[in-house]
Every structure is written in C-alpha cells, then in structure tokens.
C-alpha cells in the first residue's frame, strides 16, 4: 500500500494530502481503509476522512483548526469554500 494522505492525530478528521490526488483516487493511509476522493484535491490540503455536519469542528493536529459553514462528505476537498478558520478569530 502506497500512502498519498497523512492523518497527523487520531483524533484528526481531516488527512493532508501527500501530492494531488485525482477524483475518484482511492485516498490511502496507515491503518485506515481506502476510500474514494470525490474531487481532486491539491498537494498539502485537507481531506475529510468522514462525512462533517455543518456546524462541527475541523480538528487537524489533534486541534480544532476550523469550523464547517456546510456539510463536507467523506472524500470532499476541505478548504476556504467550505469552512471558517479558527486560526484568526479572538
């Protein structure tokens, strides 16, 4: 198995991607079960390992990093379109 994701924490719900990866890719990690990317998704961005409700946090680094403005489905690009830094905010 060649990995083309990172999943940094457990308890990340998003993987950064390794290179670009192709829609329809299978997304491929140590110790998780591939999956379909749904879009292609850039080097170094994020990818939603699971399906988030709109409202819930974007955890990466173990951290919350975000919050989604709209459901993300297992396999979507998650970036700018759909969440809210928390990075930024006080």
């Known amino acids: 198995m060649r990995e083309n994701i990172l ?3 457990p308890r990340d719900n998003v993987g950064v991607t ?3 990866i192709g829609a329809g ?6 110790r ?3 999956f379909p990317a749904l879009e292609s998704i850039p080097v170094s961005h994020k990818i939603a390992l699971r399906d988030i409700s709109a409202a819930e ?4 680094y173990g951290e919350t990093v975000a919050v989604s403005i709209r ?3 297992k ?3 998650v970036h700018t379109h759909n969440l ?3 990075r930024w905010k006080k």
């Not at 890719?25 to 140590?30: D, K, N």
């Not at 946090?57 to 990466?60: A, M, P, V």
């Open 25 to 30: 890719e299978q997304v491929l990690a140590q």
């Open 7 to 9: 999943i940094i924490h």
């Open 57 to 60: 946090e974007i955890i990466k």
């Open 75 to 77: 396999g979507e690009w």
């Open 32 to 34: 998780m079960e591939g």
């Open 18 to 20: 390794l290179r670009t």
């Open 84 to 86: 809210e830094s928390k």
């Open 71 to 73: 459901n993300i489905k």
